[in-house]
Nanobody
Framework: QLQASGGGLVRAGGSLRLSCAASARTSSSYAMAWFRQAPGKERDFVAAITRNGVGTRTADSVKGRFTISRDNAKNTVYLQMNSLKPEDTAVYYC????????????????WGQGTQVTVSS
C-alpha cells in the first residue's frame, strides 16, 4: 500500500525529496510519517503529519532542515530534505496508521519498503 521513492546519493549540504505513494484509502484515512534506520541502529522517528495535513511534527535532529507535507489528491506524502549531513545517511521508511503526532513506530500499521539515502562528506 505504500511505495517510497526519491532516495539516492548526495553530497553534504545537498537536497533530496522523498515521496511515498499510497492507496487512496490509506492517503485519506491515516496519519503518515517518515522513519529512518542507519546500519546497526534502531529505527528513528523523522517526521509525521496528520490526515488533513494541518498538523506536523519533526524530530529535533532534522528540525529546520526537513519538511513533511502531503497531497491527498495525489495520495502522496513528501519529505523535503535540505542541508543534508552525513549523519542523515539511512534507509528511510514511510508509514501510515491511526497515530498521534508523537506516536512511536509501533502505532503505525502500514509500512513502505524503504528508500536509501546516502550523504557523502
Amino acid at each position: 500500500q505504500l511505495q517510497a521513492s526519491g532516495g539516492g546519493l548526495v553530497r553534504a549540504g545537498g537536497s533530496l525529496r522523498l515521496s511515498c505513494a499510497a492507496s487512496a484509502r490509506t492517503s485519506s484515512s491515516y496519519a503518515m510519517a517518515w522513519f529512518r534506520q542507519a546500519p546497526g541502529k534502531e529505527r528513528d522517528f523523522v517526521a509525521a503529519i496528520t490526515r488533513n495535513g494541518v498538523g506536523t511534527r519533526t524530530a529535533d535532529s532534522v528540525k529546520g532542515r526537513f519538511t513533511i507535507s502531503r497531497d491527498n489528491a495525489k495520495n502522496t506524502v513528501y519529505l523535503q530534505m535540505n542541508s543534508l549531513k552525513p549523519e542523515d545517511t539511512a534507509v528511510y521508511y514511510c508509514a501510515a496508521g491511526f497515530a498521534a503526532l508523537d506516536a512511536p513506530s509501533t502505532a503505525y500499521a502500514y509500512w513502505g519498503q524503504g528508500t536509501q539515502v546516502t550523504v557523502s562528506s
